[in-house]
Each structure stands twice: as structure tokens, then as C-alpha cells.
């Protein structure tokens, strides 16, 4: 069951990538423009995980605080994301977000949480890294590294604090109770940048809510269901299974884009299927 709430939340991610795209190409990536997308896209999640939640509001301080620092990451996260698309390919946009996704929650779970090291997790890592590298294209797209250091220090971040919420003996909400939490307080630090900046905050373009909308609520719906699949399976075997699976997904829907999957994609994809298999299928002799 939890495996199968893994592959949803990859999905949605899949889906999620391409809409950020939309959204950056109609409305530009300046700090105003990323303010409004996350405070749109926020909003609409918020609503969805508040209904989730059957409209109960939950409440801890320990909870209220990892909210906050949760919606700082979240809004760091977006911002490089927007910047590094107007910027760098798909594939090195890839690489560096789900280099950072796979990375330090993996070694989180190894090194704080004393999640078992076996040969099969080893292999998954380095197949999927090598799948993540393949993608790499050399050219005019190596511009603005500091965005592309945020997208991999704040992306990895995302799963680490899910892990720390998780696993923490202080007083707090459900999963869902924090999800909650934690898109409202993205919405209210977006919503006061906005109010402070109101004059040079331009509404988004009418073609792209959907795009704004449909990413809030990917997004919050996927790392919903990863928060909840964190209890049962190790960060270090979920974040290499996701990280494998958006490539696996991504490649996948760009057979339904103008800019097809080359052959570094597909070559990108298969080896992402192989190292997702490896956790399943490669036994635990240690």
C-alpha cells in the first residue's frame, strides 16, 4: 500500500515539473512573479489539504514552527525552480533537483536515523545517480549556478524536514494536520511579500491559472502521501525510488511535448527503471 501511495506522489511530481515550466515561460521568473505563483499555487493546495483533512484544523507549537520553516524551504525551492527554468534545460534542471531530492534525505536517513546500509540500496543510489548524470548536456544552460544550488540544497531539504517531522517525540499533528499547516504558513509569508510589493506584483497571465492551481495541488497532495509512507518505509529506500521514478515519468511525458526525449532520456529512463528494481529485487546478503 505504501509503495503504491510512492508511485502516486511520483506521478504528481511528473505532472507538476511540466507545470512549472508553463507557468514561467507566461509570466517570467522575477521575485514578484514567483510570489504570486507560490502564493496561488499555495492556496490551492491549502484548500485540497484542508479538505483532505475533513476541515479540521490541527495545532501544535512544535508543529506551528516546522510549518514555518517548511514554507521558508518550500518558497526557496520554488523561486530557484522558476529561475533555473528560465535558465538550463530540463535535463540539468533534473539533475541538480533530483540529485538534491535523492541525496540528502538519503543520507539522513543512514547517518541520523540509523536506517540499514544493504548492497541493494547501494546499487539503487548509484544506478540512479548515473541515470541523473546521463542527462547532462553541455552549453549555454551552466548559467546561474546558485539557483541550481538552491533547487538541490532546498529540494533535499523537503524530504529531510518530512523525515525530522516524522520521527520527532514532541507533541504534534497528524501528517495531514502539518501538511495543512505548512501550505497556510506559505500562503501568509507569500501573501505579506505581496502585500509589501503590491505595486510591482502583476496579476498572472489568464492562460496559465491552470498551471498555478494544478501545481499547488500536485505538489501538496504528493508530498502528503510521502509524509505518510515516510512512517513505514526508510527515507533512504523512498527518496531514491522517487527521484528514479519522476525521471522514469517525466521522459515519459515528454513523448507529449514538441521537445521529445533524446536519446540521453531514454537511456536516463531505463536506467531509472533498473535501480528502482534493484530495492525490489536485489536481496539482503548483509
Known sequence: ????????????????????QD?????????????????????????????????????????????????????????????????????????FSMLGGMLLPFFAGIIFYNEKLTLAKILCFIVVT?????????????????YYAGIFVFNGMSGVLSKIFQESTYEKTSA?????????????????????????????????????????????????????????VPASVQYPMVTGGVMIVSTILGFFTPNKPGKREIISLVLSFVGIMMLVLVPDIW
Open 1 to 20: 500500500m505504501y509503495y503504491g501511495l510512492i508511485v502516486a506522489a511520483v506521478v504528481m511530481f511528473g505532472l507538476q515539473f511540466f507545470m512549472n
Open 23 to 95: 507557468y514561467e515561460k507566461k509570466n517570467g521568473s522575477d521575485l514578484p512573479a514567483s510570489m504570486v505563483f507560490i502564493f496561488g499555487s499555495s492556496f490551492a493546495g491549502f484548500l485540497v489539504l484542508l479538505a483532505i483533512n475533513k476541515f479540521q484544523f490541527e495545532f501544535t507549537y512544535y508543529t506551528l514552527f516546522m510549518a514555518i520553516v517548511t514554507a521558508l524551504n518550500m518558497i526557496a525551492c520554488l523561486f530557484c525552480s522558476l529561475k533555473s527554468l528560465a535558465r538550463i534545460n530540463l535535463s540539468l534542471y533534473s539533475i
Open 130 to 146: 548515473l541515470a541523473l548524470a546521463v542527462t547532462f548536456q553541455k552549453g549555454k544552460s551552466n548559467k546561474g549556478f546558485i
Open 176 to 232: 495531514a494536520g502539518y501538511s495543512v499547516l505548512s501550505a497556510l504558513m506559505t500562503v501568509v509569508i507569500a501573501g505579506i511579500f505581496i502585500l509589501f510589493n503590491i505595486r510591482k506584483t502583476k496579476m498572472p497571465a489568464k492562460n496559465s491559472y491552470l498551471s498555478l492551481a494544478g501545481n499547488g495541488i500536485l505538489n501538496k497532495i504528493a508530498n502528503f502521501l510521502l509524509l505518510i509512507a515516510l512512517a513505514h
